[in-house]
């Protein structure tokens, strides 16, 4: 009886151990996962701002279950385009000016 009850007490030891462990593994991850997953959101930021002329065009979603997606809002940049082109084309003059309206609203979105 007294055998069963030190390896019952060894194999409680054991099993405690595995379960510290696997959880300081998890606690690691989880630190790393975070980690990344903030630079890439500074470096999607740096992205939108350098490229994008504060059009922020790439957003980095998690959800609750700390999954990560990409979206791109790019029916918003196409509307203020769109927009832009618009109020251009109300001149008089819009069709000998096509070419520098075009060219003076790509600029604005690329950043040239």
């Given at each position: 009886?007294?055998?069963?009850?030190?390896?019952?007490?060894?194999?409680?030891?054991?099993?405690?151990?595995?379960?510290?462990?696997?959880?300081?593994?998890?606690?690691?991850?989880?630190?790393?996962?975070?980690?990344?997953?903030?630079?890439?959101?500074?470096?999607?930021?740096?992205?939108?701002?350098?490229?994008?002329?504060?059009?922020?065009?790439?957003?980095?979603?998690?959800?609750?279950?700390?999954?990560?997606?990409?979206?791109v809002n790019e029916w918003e940049v196409r509307q203020n385009i769109e927009n832009k082109l618009a109020i251009a084309l109300l001149s008089s003059d819009w069709q000998e000016r096509l070419?520098?309206?075009?060219?003076?609203?790509?600029?604005?979105?690329?950043?040239?």
């Amino acid at each position: 009886m007294k055998k069963v009850v030190i390896c019952f007490f060894a194999l409680s030891l054991i099993i405690s151990g595995c379960k510290t462990r696997k959880i300081e593994k998890e606690r690691i991850l989880y630190k790393e996962r975070r980690n990344i997953t903030e630079q890439m959101e500074q470096a999607i930021q740096d992205f939108n701002s350098f490229c994008l002329d504060d059009n922020s065009l790439y957003k980095l979603n998690k959800d609750y279950n700390d999954n990560i997606t990409w979206s791109v809002n790019e029916w918003e940049v196409r509307q203020n385009i769109e927009n832009k082109l618009a109020i251009a084309l109300l001149s008089s003059d819009w069709q000998e000016r096509l070419p520098e309206i075009i060219e003076s609203i790509a600029s604005q979105f690329t950043g040239k």
